[in-house]
Nanobody, 124 residues
Framework: QVQLMESMGGLVQDGGSLRLSCALS?????????MRWFRQAPGQQREWVAT???????MYADSVKGRFTISRDNAKNTVYLQMDSLKSEDTAVYFC?????????????????WGQGTQVTVSS
């Protein structure tokens, strides 16, 4: 069983910063997990925000590049999303996502798990 527990989001002012964390509870090896953050604004589809792979390589959506930083601490089974220079358009529910198949199984298949989501509100 894999469970993801996200930290509380919050209300921040335009231009402010906030760090989200997501702790993974699993018997599988966290360092094998590809971790992602998504977000969903009201009335919008869920969109991808950032990815960190098993080697620590990161990728970002254009809308957050240069402002958000994804990182991981394998010793703590935790992934982080540091959000700086926040804008009102960053207001959304943020979801942590883990792609962590058992050994010998492919990524991107059925072994993808989601956190419960956490609200981030940026006030202008």
């Amino acid at each position: 069983q894999v469970q993801l527990m996200e930290s509380m989001g919050g209300l921040v002012q335009d231009g402010g910063s906030l760090r989200l964390s997501c702790a993974l509870s699993t018997r599988r090896t966290f360092s094998r997990a590809v971790m992602r953050w998504f977000r969903q604004a009201p009335g919008q589809q869920r969109e991808w925000v950032a990815t960190i792979n098993t080697s620590g390589v990161t990728m970002y959506a254009d809308s957050v590049k240069g402002r958000f930083t994804i990182s991981r601490d394998n010793a703590k089974n935790t992934v982080y999303l540091q959000m700086d220079s926040l804008k009102s358009e960053d207001t959304a529910v943020y979801f942590c996502n883990a792609d962590i198949p058992p050994m010998g199984r492919p990524y991107g298949g059925e072994y993808v798990y989601w956190g419960q989501g956490t609200q981030v509100t940026v006030s202008s």
